[in-house]
Each structure stands twice: as structure tokens, then as C-alpha cells.
């Protein structure tokens, strides 16, 4: 059995919103998380730019990790290329929705994907006023969309244990990423889950959990 904190970022959620952004905010907010729960070692799982948190935070602080799952990125530099996620979320007129499924309409040209809008839109809620709002910090995101593909420094070696997870159907991690990922993270092993796309947890959750507890309960990585 796991105790599972489902850490949102700063920007994120229900989490502060910030004009100050950068991964080394980030790992700073994890440790401090993880401090203030009284966490002296856990594993870690982050998707995305989470993922990126995750390897920056396994960088710096390789001492606090048991395990680390790393969910369709990897540590290479990514160009800006969320500009149909942000178009999606631009397209959402708040002020005049009576209704969540007007959201859902307004973001279908964007992104196609039924399970990852849905996923993308658990960012909609009601705030006092009674108002539709986004819980994510858009326009900062959006500024700091070119530091969101930031590499890790290509020098560095992990020994966390680490699972990467690809999706399927996803371009994130090539061939060539696999290959730097194995020269980085010295105790890791890549698996691919069928029929997904980079919203891994999206579009298979059940095999994706699966692929977690598997690697988390095994004696070894």
C-alpha cells in the first residue's frame, strides 16, 4: 500500500499562482512539499513537464527518491509546441458559459481527444463570485512556454531507479531519446503502453497503473 499526495505545481490547480516560474522554482516547491509532509525519501511519478520536474529534482536531490516514474518525456530539449492546448483554453469565452459543455465545444477544434480534453478541462471550476474561471495560470504559462522545454543538463548521471512510460502513439521519446536516456539514467528501463498517446494517463489509465504499481512493488528497478 502507497500514501499518494497529488501534488499540484505552482501555476497548477489548487496550487499558488506565481509570476515566478522555472524548473528550480519547481524542484524547490517539491522539496519543500515533501519537507513540510515529513517525507525523508518517497518515490516520485510526473508527466510531461512534470517529468522534467521529476529528473531536475533526481539531479539535485538523488538522496530523497526511492523510485521514480517518468511518464512521455525526456531529458532532451523540446521546442514550444503546445500552442493548440493554449488555443484550446483561449477559445473558452468564461464570461458568457452557462454550462461546462460549452467548454468542451469551444476546445474540439484544438484538441480532438475526447479523453484528454476532458482531462485538461478537470481545470474549470466555480470560483466565490459563481464565475467559471481556469485554476491553471495561463497567461504566465504561456509567457514560459520556451523554459518549459528546457534540457537537463546532458553531463549528468541519475542512479534513481527509474521507469520511463511512452506511449504508443506518442512522438515524445524516439529511438534517439532512448538511447541518452540509457547514457543518463544509469538504473532505468523504458516501456511503451499501447493504444496511448502522451496523455498516457488519459488514454490507458488502467494499463498505466498497472505499469506504476508493477515497477513500485518490484524489489528492483
Known amino acids: 500500500m502507497f500514501r499518494v499526495f497529488l501534488v499540484d505545481q505552482r501555476n497548477h490547480g489548487r496550487s499558488p499562482h506565481s509570476d515566478e516560474f522555472s524548473y528550480d522554482a519547481l524542484v524547490e516547491d517539491l522539496k519543500d512539499f515533501a519537507d513540510q509532509q515529513s517525507l525523508p525519501v518517497f518515490n516520485l511519478i510526473g508527466h510531461s513537464m512534470g517529468g522534467k520536474v521529476a529528473m531536475k529534482f533526481a539531479a539535485k536531490y538523488p538522496e530523497r527518491l526511492s523510485k521514480m516514474v517518468v511518464v512521455d518525456i525526456a531529458?532532451?530539449?523540446y521546442n514550444p509546441h503546445h500552442q493548440e492546448i493554449m488555443s484550446g483554453f483561449k477559445s473558452v469565452d468564461l464570461k458568457k458559459m452557462v454550462a461546462?459543455?460549452?467548454a468542451d465545444e469551444a476546445m474540439l477544434p484544438y484538441i480532438p481527444e475526447m479523453d484528454v480534453r476532458q482531462f485538461l478541462l478537470k481545470n474549470l471550476y466555480?470560483?466565490?463570485e459563481g464565475e467559471f474561471a481556469w485554476?491553471?495560470?495561463l497567461?504566465?504559462?504561456e509567457n514560459a512556454i520556451d523554459m518549459i522545454g528546457e534540457s537537463l543538463n546532458p553531463d549528468l548521471r541519475i542512479l534513481v531507479p527509474t521507469l520511463f512510460i511512452k506511449g504508443e502513439k506518442s512522438r515524445y521519446i524516439s529511438h534517439k531519446d532512448e538511447a541518452q536516456i540509457a547514457v543518463q539514467f544509469l538504473n532505468s528501463r523504458i516501456i511503451e503502453i499501447q493504444g496511448a498517446g502522451h496523455w498516457v494517463q488519459a488514454e490507458q489509465p488502467q494499463l498505466?497503473?498497472?505499469a506504476v504499481m508493477e515497477f513500485l512493488q518490484h524489489t528492483n528497478a
Open 126 to 128: 466555480r470560483n466565490s
Open 208 to 210: 498505466f497503473a498497472e
Open 100 to 102: 461546462r459543455q460549452e
Open 135 to 137: 485554476r491553471i495560470n
Open 139 to 141: 497567461p504566465v504559462l
Open 75 to 77: 531529458p532532451r530539449y
